[in-house]
């Protein structure tokens, strides 16, 4: 049989009987794939709410156990109020931060909460926190959990007057030596917002869907109707949560769907939420079927036509392509058969309008496709090889660069041990110079050379003395209460000269009534110093050298040194309070000056921030606890 009639009888024969069978069963096919493709979505998007609630409740949890690296054992009265603000400014989703003793249940701080929210940073953006609402956060908070384990979750609860869903997380802390010599068992609480959780399941409210999470007693924590989530519902009937406290269920699934339920629906557990007794929160979502299935009910009246409509096309294109075929076929079969022996060059002639023209186009730019991929990938190794040599100077960069962070680490800790060793004979070295300088004329050929020997015993004793601060553990009977604002006038005195040879402009910006702060006022002056010289170093053609002090709210002393100077290159702003570390070692620079601020920082209860950008200058923040006079630090 000619190819003509062979093609003409197929096409009809395939539109006969297949087509029919398809537009029949089409319906079918399609019901029960958009079903499971729901299904899946509804699963999926379970259980990415599911991790949503995991991350954010024991987030909030890990995020408030960074607490324990505030020295609540080192801090009184005011100043504990100041740190529990500090906790409670870090994130807008804590409404109250209270510090409670472990072992009576009683305040050991004020309770840190806004009954009108402050517009300022740190500030806005929290919930209102009124007295009234103290006992429920009180009776929520798992105390005893948390002096157990160190960290522990309440049960969710829910205030209707402010709208919120909220959960107390608590973190057990060190409070100063009791009378067994150990540290007493604090604890931070914080009433935390599920605000922005709640409004994810709102989000997911579209197109017919409902979504809730429920605690460990089946009770709706979220839920895409908020007035559900704050009432505390209890959810336990509906089949979603009934799957989840099932133990033999699997962890996130869609639920078995009948050709008549209403619903859709498919849970997930919230497994890192779990109770002792195997209980876990869940997420449970649904959607309406009739909504899922909008489309395939549009589909019937369509499927109808279009499969009448593929019958008469399919008559008609068979007695098209059955025309004059078997010729432009035979000469791309002849070229096709040079191409795959080897002939790269080889390309089809045929230039009809039809699906063989287009089949001979397409063949070409196949031919011209693999042709070009050849090229491609004989460059694309070229380029591999290049990448593979720049990965392996990188990898050997990054070995000596660790070998060296060692070598000096090693170098910083033999210099704290053998600093005390080297004072006595340098003492010796230094007053025996000293002396002879003292009886020898300075017209003496030796003089110059015993200067240059005094001077150079001074660069070691500097280095010593550096070696010794950077070890020296200062404590608390060196601390005393410090004007800040004295502190800074005085250290500039002793920097200015330089300073203001150097063309250099100082601008102060000290703030009135600023409370002072408990620590060691020469430590704190030789700080400033330090900082102070290292903006001087950044600006050797001049430049303005800010300094900075704020109060924050009575709480916080915030002291700034800002300049104008070259900047700090990113790839070492972290190593800049490395012992040793200096980009300026052939200016003799020891690379001291940070490592001591940062010590002499944490010494005195404080932090310290660094902001650099290249070519616009640097800040540096250092923020200390307020003190209020009369008392003192453990």
């Not at 009378?179 to 922005?196: I, T, Y």
């Not at 557990?269 to 899922?292: F, H, K």
């Not at 096709?336 to 089949?359: M, P, W, Y």
């Not at 010796?428 to 001077?455: N, W």
């Amino acid at each position: 049989m000619r190819l003509s009639f062979q093609i003409l009888f197929t096409l009809l024969l395939v539109a006969l009987v297949p087509l029919s069978v398809s537009g029949l069963t089409s319906l079918a096919i399609a019901e029960e794939a958009i079903t499971d493709t729901a299904r899946e979505n509804l699963t999926a998007e379970a259980r990415h709410l599911a991790e949503l609630s995991e991350t954010t409740i024991l987030g909030a949890a890990r995020d408030l156990s960074q607490a324990s690296t505030l020295r609540f054992d080192r801090l009184r009265g005011a100043e504990l109020t100041a740190a529990l603000g500090i906790i409670y400014r870090e994130d807008v989703r804590r409404n109250a931060v209270a510090l409670i003793d472990g072992a009576t249940g009683e305040p050991v701080a004020d309770l840190v909460y806004q009954e009108e929210v402050a517009d300022e940073p740190g500030l806005r953006g929290h919930a209102p926190f009124a007295e009234e609402d103290l006992e429920a956060f009180a009776t929520h908070i798992p105390l005893a959990e948390a002096v157990r384990a160190g960290r522990a979750i309440s049960l969710p609860f829910a205030d209707e007057a402010r709208g919120l869903s909220l959960i107390a997380l608590a973190v057990r802390v060190d409070g100063p030596p009791g009378a067994d010599g150990k540290p007493k068992a604090w604890v931070v609480a914080v009433e935390f917002s599920l605000a922005e959780l709640n409004q994810r399941f709102e989000e997911a409210g579209h197109e017919g869907v409902r979504a809730f999470l429920v605690d460990l007693e089946g009770r709706a924590v979220c839920h895409t109707d908020v007035a559900v989530a704050l009432t505390r519902q209890d959810m336990s009937a509906h089949p979603g949560v009934q799957r989840l406290r099932d133990p033999m269920a699997t962890s996130a699934a869609a639920l078995p769907h009948q050709k008549n339920d209403e619903w859709l629906s498919a849970f997930a557990r919230a497994e890192r939420l779990a109770s002792p007794t195997g209980q876990t929160w869940g997420v449970v979502i649904e959607r309406r079927t009739d909504d899922v299935l909008a489309r395939v009910k549009e589909m019937t009246s369509r499927t109808a036509f279009w499969v009448g409509t593929a019958l008469l096309l399919a008559l008609l294109g068979g007695i098209i392509l059955s025309r004059g075929i078997a010729r432009p076929l035979e000469v791309l079969t002849k070229v096709v058969g040079r191409f795959g022996s080897g002939d790269q060059q080889a390309r089809a002639t045929v230039h009809t309008k039809n699906e063989i023209g287009s089949l001979a186009g397409a063949f070409n730019q196949m031919a011209d496709a693999i042709d070009e991929r050849d090229q491609e990938l004989r460059a694309f190794n070229q380029e591999l090889q290049v990448r593979v040599d720049e990965r392996t100077r990188e990898l050997k960069d990054a070995q000596d660069e660790l070998l060296r962070s060692q070598k000096a680490a090693a170098v910083g800790e033999l210099g704290a041990g053998v600093a005390h060793e080297i004072n006595n004979p340098l003492a010796a070295v230094l007053g025996a110079t000293q002396l002879m300088l003292l009886r020898m004329d300075k017209d003496s050929p030796h003089y110059e050379s015993l200067k240059d020997v005094e001077q150079e015993s001074l660069r070691i004793k500097d280095i010593v003395e550096s070696l010794l601060k950077l070890s020296r553990d200062q404590g608390p009977d060196a601390k005393t209460l410090v004007d800040a604002n004295e502190v800074v006038e005085s250290a500039l005195a002793l920097v200015a000269r330089p300073i203001i040879a150097q063309r250099i402009q100082v601008k102060r910006n000290l703030a009135a009534k600023l409370p002072r702060l408990r620590g060691a006022g020469a430590d704190l002056q030789q700080m400033l110093m330090a900082l102070m010289l290292n903006a001087k170093e950044a600006m050797p053609d001049g430049g303005q050298l800010t300094i900075t002090t704020e109060n924050v709210d009575d709480k916080l002393v915030k002291i700034t040194v800002e300049d104008t100077g070259r900047g700090i290159p990113e790839q070492n702003l972290e190593r800049v309070f490395e012992p040793f570390f200096t980009t300026r070692a052939a200016d003799g620079h020891k690379g001291m000056g940070l490592s001591l601020v940062q010590k002499v920082v944490e010494d005195n209860g404080g932090r310290v921030q660094l902001e650099s950008r290249v070519g616009k200058g640097t800040q540096v923040k250092v923020v200390f606890p307020a003190a209020r006079e009369g008392t003192h630090l453990a």
